[in-house]
């Protein structure tokens, strides 16, 4: 009758673990990290899975003609962007994969929650016929979970 889909149990020791390994990517990624706006996210040119053998024959392209290259074309800089896109990908993938994993675990307890909530406030309500003391409980959980409140007709005055 009840649902358990998840039941991790951490222990303080393992938040702590959790927040600093958390701390451990912000400390090490320091001020290199950069933070967009959603307008800039939205409209900054980007390399996808279609263009990123462009991206990396144009990067090997430009290494050999480096000296044919305008002096402001950073030519290293691409080399390196190049590299830490490559290095970060897979990390960002492993980290995505991680955080769906942590936001199903949470949804699932939340469900837990929610479910088994429900089903105990039920019984709280039959107990509530049969033991009075129960009206203050009962009352102030239906004063907490209210649904969307009833849309009242305003009548039109002619």
Same mark, same amino acid.
Do not use: H, W
């Given at each position: 009758?009840?649902?358990?889909?998840?039941?991790?149990?951490?222990?303080?020791?393992?938040?702590?673990?959790?927040?600093?390994?958390? &701390?451990?990517?912000? $400390?090490? @990624?320091?001020?290199?990290?950069? #933070?967009?706006? %959603? +307008?800039?996210?939205?409209?900054?040119?980007?390399?996808?899975?279609?263009?990123?053998?462009?991206? &990396?024959?144009?990067? $090997?392209? @430009?290494?050999?003609?480096?000296? #044919?290259?305008? %002096? +402001?074309?950073?030519?290293?800089?691409?080399?390196?962007?190049?590299?830490?896109?490559?290095?970060?990908?897979?990390?960002?993938?492993?980290?995505?994969?991680?955080?769906?994993?942590?936001?199903?675990?949470?949804?699932?307890?939340?469900?837990?929650?929610?479910?088994?909530?429900?089903?105990?406030?039920?019984?709280?309500?039959?107990?509530?016929?049969?033991?009075?003391?129960?009206?203050?409980?009962?009352?102030?959980?239906?004063?907490?979970?209210?649904?969307?409140?009833?849309?009242?007709?305003?009548?039109?005055?002619?």
């Amino acid at each position: 009758m009840s649902q358990n889909l998840a039941n991790i149990a951490l222990t303080p020791a393992e938040i702590t673990i959790l927040n600093g390994a958390l &701390q451990t990517i912000r $400390t090490t @990624l320091g001020t290199r990290a950069v #933070s967009l706006t %959603p +307008d800039q996210r939205k409209n900054l040119v980007k390399m996808g899975d279609n263009t990123r053998i462009f991206c &990396q024959q144009a990067v $090997t392209g @430009l290494q050999q003609n480096s000296g #044919s290259m305008p %002096p +402001d074309l950073d030519i290293p800089g691409l080399v390196q962007d190049f590299a830490d896109y490559t290095a970060l990908e897979t990390f960002v993938a492993e980290y995505e994969a991680v955080g769906e994993l942590l936001d199903d675990t949470l949804k699932a307890i939340s469900s837990d929650v929610m479910t088994n909530s429900i089903i105990g406030v039920s019984f709280l309500k039959t107990l509530n016929k049969i033991n009075p003391a129960l009206d203050t409980l009962v009352g102030a959980l239906k004063t907490v979970r209210r649904r969307k409140p009833v849309k009242t007709v305003t009548p039109l005055v002619a």
